[in-house]
């Protein structure tokens, strides 16, 4: 059977599926049923109504009774029912009926009509634009089914709307927790101390609005990838926020070592309109006391591989972050150092003892030679003295008489005293004798007075000496030596 609706065409009913089909019928007044024609009764039998813009059901009608047929077309219709159809004649449109039935005809039928299933007239029924019985109940032929507008698009559209609704609070909500855990006191310290544990110094201070010069030559990425015993984890323990402060309170592990760490910060105003931009104040950093660090001329001192001419010039301390800072001095052909480590601990605002105390230095032969070569030198300058008293030399005589004249003087030195090399706490080394050598000295002498002349020598003189090397110029030791009184 077809599902489409009747648009105004009778379709062909087969008068088998209509054989036997019951009737309704009921006590019901004639006032309840506006429109009902006269000389019918309201209990007459109705035929059953169809329901209203649906197509009907074509269904073999189900009998309350006890008897069966085995050929309904054998057979007439009790009284009541409906009388045997043979068929419907074919039509070329719809006679024009007058009025209502008589009395006695089926109920909502005009006269000689057979009824059709489930409340539908039979050909040559109700004309198109005229109103059916008793109110028009049900979809005759001849005006088209109207069929029901489905409801599933408002309701599938409804459902995507409040879908988009969730799905839009749900995001808003999202959005709103990412966006507070990224501006929370505590996120700015974990970015900072991220920064600082992948080697991003200048990330990092400026997260903590910490401002660097020329001078702070330990504040970069390349110094602190030198250091060791650096932040290596941190975790956030507490937090505090009063109105534009906070605090956060860290657990730091650097190196073997563990400890705590609070950071003060403060909001500087609004992102989005509703977070607080939060950023470390007055970041704390240890500085590294480098004013006593003495190098020796010639060599050049390094701290974290950074040179430290310039600081040790100046004479000011350096900032630096948390870590174990090596010094060391730079390679050269005089000398060589031994490396000492500084060690900072946190963030604080203490200074850490310098390292100098810690360094010593090391000659090497050339080193040693050039020493050596400084103190003949400075000998060789005594012997060649043509003075009783050579100046700031190991030795020297007293003339017999102070009326004399003592010329052509002429200075030996044999032995030459023997002199060690020792290195300093001063940035140098310091040289000393270790074997006193003899010095001696022959002269002309004439008396004035008397007219007498003749020649003068010395007794053995004991030759010591002392001084200090500052280090190396021009590819000389620059030395200074005196007389030892011992």
């Given at each position: 059977?077809?599902?489409?609706?009747?648009?105004?065409?009778?379709?062909?009913?087969?008068?088998?599926?209509?054989?036997?089909?019951?009737?309704?019928?009921?006590?019901?007044?004639?006032?309840?049923?506006p429109?009902?024609?006269?000389?019918?009764?309201?209990?007459?039998?109705?035929?059953?109504?169809?329901?209203?813009?649906?197509?009907?059901?074509?269904?073999?009608?189900?009998?309350?009774?006890?008897?069966?047929?085995?050929?309904?077309?054998?057979?007439?219709?009790?009284?009541?029912?409906?009388?045997?159809?043979?068929?419907y004649?074919?039509?070329?449109?719809?006679?024009?009926?007058?009025?209502?039935?008589?009395?006695?005809?089926?109920?909502?039928?005009?006269?000689?009509?057979?009824?059709?299933?489930?409340g539908?007239?039979?050909?040559?029924?109700?004309?198109?634009?005229?109103?059916?019985?008793?109110?028009?109940?049900?979809?005759?032929?001849?005006?088209?089914?109207?069929?029901?507008?489905?409801?599933?698009?408002?309701?599938?559209?409804?459902?995507?709307?409040?879908?988009?609704i969730?799905?839009?609070?749900?995001?808003?909500?999202?959005?709103?927790?990412v966006?507070?855990?990224?501006?929370?006191?505590?996120?700015?310290?974990?970015?900072?101390?991220?920064?600082?544990?992948?080697?991003?110094?200048?990330?990092?201070?400026?997260?903590?609005?910490?401002?660097?010069?020329?001078?702070?030559?330990?504040?970069t990425?390349k110094?602190?990838?030198?250091?060791?015993?650096r932040?290596?984890?941190?975790t956030?323990?507490?937090?505090?926020?009063?109105?534009?402060?906070a605090?956060?309170?860290?657990?730091?592990?650097?190196?073997?070592?563990?400890?705590?760490?609070?950071f003060?910060?403060?909001?500087?105003?609004?992102?989005?309109?509703?977070?607080?931009?939060?950023?470390?104040?007055?970041?704390?950093?240890?500085?590294?006391?480098?004013?006593?660090?003495?190098?020796?001329?010639?060599?050049?001192?390094?701290?974290?591989?950074?040179?430290?001419?310039?600081?040790?010039?100046?004479?000011?301390?350096?900032?630096a972050?948390?870590?174990?800072?090596?010094?060391?001095?730079?390679?050269n052909?005089?000398?060589?150092?031994?490396?000492?480590?500084?060690?900072?601990?946190?963030?604080?605002?203490?200074?850490?003892?310098?390292?100098?105390?810690?360094?010593?230095?090391?000659?090497?032969?050339?080193?040693?030679?050039?020493?050596?070569?400084?103190?003949?030198?400075?000998?060789?300058?005594?012997?060649?003295?043509?003075?009783?008293?050579?100046?700031?030399?190991?030795?020297?005589?007293?003339?017999?008489?102070?009326?004399?004249?003592?010329?052509?003087?002429?200075?030996?030195?044999?032995?030459?005293?023997?002199?060690?090399?020792?290195?300093?706490?001063?940035?140098?080394?310091?040289?000393?004798t270790?074997?006193?050598?003899?010095?001696?000295?022959?002269?002309?002498?004439s008396?004035?007075?008397?007219?007498?002349?003749?020649?003068?020598?010395?007794?053995?003189?004991?030759?010591?000496?002392?001084?200090?090397?500052?280090?190396?110029?021009?590819?000389?030791?620059?030395?200074?030596?005196?007389?030892?009184?011992?």
């Amino acid at each position: 059977m077809s599902d489409q609706p009747n648009n105004g065409e009778q379709q062909p009913v087969n008068p088998e599926d209509f054989s036997g089909q019951e009737s309704v019928s009921g006590p019901a007044s004639a006032a309840a049923f506006p429109g009902l024609p006269e000389g019918v009764a309201p209990d007459q039998a109705v035929p059953a109504q169809p329901v209203f813009g649906e197509p009907p059901m074509y269904q073999q009608p189900v009998f309350e009774t006890q008897q069966q047929w085995s050929d309904p077309a054998a057979h007439s219709p009790q009284s009541g029912g409906y009388p045997q159809q043979g068929g419907y004649p074919q039509q070329g449109g719809y006679p024009q009926q007058e009025g209502f039935p008589p009395a006695g005809a089926p109920q909502g039928y005009p006269a000689g009509q057979q009824s059709a299933p489930n409340g539908y007239p039979a050909a040559g029924g109700i004309p198109p634009g005229q109103q059916p019985p008793f109110g028009g109940v049900g979809q005759f032929a001849g005006e088209p089914n109207q069929p029901q507008k489905s409801k599933k698009g408002l309701f599938l559209g409804l459902g995507i709307a409040g879908a988009a609704i969730v799905l839009l609070g749900g995001g808003v909500g999202v959005f709103f927790a990412v966006q507070s855990a990224n501006h929370s006191p505590e996120h700015a310290v974990e970015s900072f101390l991220g920064d600082l544990t992948n080697g991003s110094v200048r990330d990092a201070l400026a997260q903590a609005n910490v401002t660097t010069t020329d001078d702070d030559i330990l504040l970069t990425d390349k110094a602190y990838a030198a250091a060791t015993d650096r932040i290596t984890g941190y975790t956030v323990e507490s937090s505090q926020t009063k109105g534009g402060t906070a605090q956060v309170k860290v657990s730091l592990k650097q190196g073997k070592n563990s400890g705590t760490q609070t950071f003060q910060l403060k909001s500087t105003g609004k992102e989005m309109l509703f977070f607080d931009v939060w950023e470390i104040d007055k970041l704390p950093l240890e500085t590294i006391d480098i004013t006593s660090i003495e190098v020796p001329e010639g060599g050049e001192g390094t701290i974290a591989g950074v040179s430290l001419a310039d600081a040790i010039e100046r004479g000011e301390n350096l900032r630096a972050l948390p870590g174990t800072y090596t010094v060391e001095i730079a390679e050269n052909e005089w000398f060589t150092g031994d490396p000492a480590s500084v060690s900072v601990t946190g963030f604080q605002t203490d200074t850490v003892n310098s390292p100098a105390n810690e360094l010593s230095f090391t000659l090497t032969d050339q080193g040693t030679q050039a020493i050596n070569d400084a103190i003949d030198s400075y000998l060789n300058d005594c012997v060649k003295s043509t003075e009783l008293q050579p100046l700031l030399c190991p030795f020297g005589a007293k003339k017999e008489n102070e009326g004399y004249v003592y010329t052509n003087i002429v200075w030996t030195l044999n032995p030459r005293p023997v002199t060690a090399i020792e290195a300093s706490g001063s940035g140098g080394w310091s040289i000393s004798t270790t074997k006193k050598g003899a010095a001696s000295a022959t002269s002309d002498v004439s008396d004035p007075a008397t007219g007498r002349s003749g020649t003068s020598s010395t007794n053995s003189i004991s030759v010591a000496i002392m001084g200090s090397v500052r280090g190396f110029v021009d590819g000389k030791a620059d030395i200074t030596l005196l007389p030892s009184l011992f």
